[in-house]
């Protein structure tokens, strides 16, 4: 069964710059497209980024668009996310969550609705970020 970690969540000043990681164990990562979600206290479940299995498929929420950066390494079973410049409205627990989606599928194509939860069959516990002065 595939097991999803997040790792690196901290208290930040605005400004600031946080990495996150996920850490993927029990299967092969290349088989899998991921997404990062972040949700505020009270506020529904939203999508910052996603890569596709073969990674040449990136998409970012136009808020975060120029500020973070996601990744992945396969043979580290891992994928990151960059954050730089952060700010208050990027404060929430941030998850990581996993869809089954081999070479040559679509996932995490372009115009991909990032806010879609389906598809995601494994899902972190989450890592808190807050950004705060």
């Known amino acids: 069964q595939l097991h999803l970690r997040e790792s690196g969540g901290d208290l930040v000043r605005p400004g600031e710059s946080l990495n996150l990681s996920c850490v993927v164990s029990?299967?092969?990562?290349?088989?899998?497209?991921v997404g990062w979600f972040r949700q505020a206290p009270g506020q529904e479940r939203e999508g910052v980024a996603c890569?596709?299995?073969?990674?040449?498929?990136?998409n970012l929420a136009d808020s975060v668009k120029g500020r973070f950066f996601i990744s992945r390494d396969n043979a580290k079973t891992t994928v990151d996310l960059r954050m730089y410049y952060l700010r208050p409205a990027d404060a929430g627990v941030y998850y990581c969550?996993?869809?089954?989606?081999?070479?040559?599928?679509?996932?995490?194509?372009?115009?991909?609705?990032?806010?879609?939860?389906?598809?995601?069959?494994?899902w972190g516990q989450g890592t808190q970020v807050t950004v705060s002065s």
């Open positions: 969550a996993a869809a089954l989606a081999p070479k040559g599928t679509y996932f995490c194509s372009a115009f991909w609705d990032l806010n879609d939860l389906q598809g995601y069959g494994y």
């Open positions: 029990g299967s092969t990562l290349e088989n899998y497209a």
């Open positions: 890569i596709s299995s073969s990674g040449d498929s990136i």
